[in-house]
């Protein structure tokens, strides 16, 4: 009698997403200079900007967390994404993990893992040492700036990818990155309060893609609105609707753009 035996199950797409993870963890854990510096500069700047006498009025640890929100998305998260693909498709391994059981969704997304988890911490990090500094405030609410971090998160690693389209080396990923560097740092609302621009160019200023994270964080860390209102759990949730879909607008548009553009091999 002939005995069937069930071939093996492949990996699920989980599986698959964790052990790409894992390994591009490892390569980041190879890589000293990148540790220390995601893991000492949220510490630097807790201790630094309260010694220096900075922060103005008010509670600094909301300002400080809110801070941190747009600095570790915009210089950490998309940064490091935008170098990292370019230099994988270089090295046309997205090219060979394209062409096994991995999905296109799974390659970024597991290659994005390292440093997604590098923002997350960089962010509690300054969140606690906040604390240490005596100058933690609870929440208005913690929904919001979840949904700021998960969202920009999000966010960045799309427009990542959508930027490796006209990024040739990763070297050159510090020239093509700056647009949104400049445009983060003057909208966002964390260099530049909005309420030193006119009313029109305010109203701009809010549709643009970092704007609303920081709007978000700001409502739900220190319970203020982008013009400096403060509000309560139901004033932050009653402003909160044009950020959330301006956000969800946003990742909509990058998720096409990036779909479209995103190439696997290096041009030749």
Known sequence: M?????????????RRTLALAGAETRLLLRNRTAVVNSVLLPLVLVAIVPAAGLGGDGSLG???????FAVTLVFLTYYNLVTTYVARREELVLQ???SGELTPVEVLLGTATPTL?????QVVLVLAG????GEWSAPT?????????????????????????????AESA????????????VTSGVMVPLTA???????????????????????????????????????AWAAAPQPLLVLAAWIAVAAVVASRVFRWAPRR
């Open 117 to 121: 988890l590098v923002t997350v911490v």
């Open 141 to 169: 609410d913690v929904v919001l700036p979840l949904v700021a971090l998960v969202g920009g998160m999000a966010l960045m690693t799309l427009l990542a990818a959508a930027s490796t389209a006209f990024t040739r080396t």
């Open 130 to 133: 906040t604390a240490v500094i």
């Open 2 to 14: 002939t005995t069937l035996i069930a071939p093996p199950a492949a990996p699920s797409r989980l």
């Open 174 to 185: 510090q020239i093509t990155t700056l647009p949104l560097v400049v445009l983060a740092s």
């Open 62 to 68: 909301p300002r400080l967390a809110v801070t941190a």
């Open 197 to 235: 621009f006119p009313d029109q160019v305010v109203q701009v200023l809010r549709l643009t893609p970092i704007e609303p994270i920081v709007e978000l964080a700001r409502l739900g860390l220190a319970g203020q609105t982008w013009d400096g209102w403060s509000v309560d759990w139901a004033g």
């Open 96 to 98: 060979r993990m394209r």
